[in-house]
């Protein structure tokens, strides 16, 4: 549930939920709050981060006072964001309360010199993550990374390289 991962809740406020839960936005206290794709947030949801906003503090599911915050928010929209408000699907109020600054990143496909490097970094955090450091780059590998677009951007691409790194892609798999 969106709101309760976001909101966090008190003891015993919701169902199978006998202990309290920190929700990311309160644990975001004194940092940055990412959110991811926040064009598909319900509307209810989208309400109370409004409040949470505005009001520089967020009050969990079943809490009775509000905990202060300090943090930023980062948003992330895919295109298309405008005629979501026209639709009426996503809050005009909280899209200009977002809005303050708005950076512009273009697909992987658009920024070639950023794949190796990348590609790179991602590696190195398989090998971390799995004890693994024995990858070495083939041709079939090194084609697919400058041959493919990338469609699922930075995602992909990192997927694509714990599975290299992992020796678990086929080179008949990235077609």
């Not at 919701?14 to 794709?37: K, M, Q, W, Y």
């Not at 979501?84 to 512009?104: A, K, P, T």
Request: proline share 6%.
């Amino acid at each position: 549930h969106a709101e309760i991962g976001l909101l966090g809740h008190a003891a015993d406020a919701v169902p199978n939920g006998r202990f309290a839960r920190t929700g990311r936005i309160e644990a975001s206290n004194r940092g940055t709050l990412f959110l991811d794709d926040i064009d598909g947030m319900p509307l209810a949801v989208q309400s109370r981060l409004l409040r949470v906003i505005e009001e520089r503090e967020v009050q969990p599911l079943g809490e009775q006072r509000p905990t202060p915050l300090d943090l930023r928010v980062i948003a992330s929209v895919k295109p298309g964001l405008e005629a979501l408000i026209e639709q009426g699907v996503f809050r005009r109020d909280l899209y200009f309360r977002l809005n303050v600054v708005r950076l512009s990143l273009p697909p992987l496909r658009e920024r070639r010199a950023d794949i190796a490097p990348l590609f790179a970094a991602f590696v190195q955090e398989a090998a971390t993550q799995t004890g693994r450091a024995d990858f070495r780059i083939t041709d079939a590998v090194r084609r697919h990374l400058i041959e493919h677009d990338w469609p699922g951007n930075v995602r992909e691409l990192r997927n694509f390289a714990f599975s290299a790194a992992l020796g678990l892609c086929e080179p008949k798999m990235w077609a």
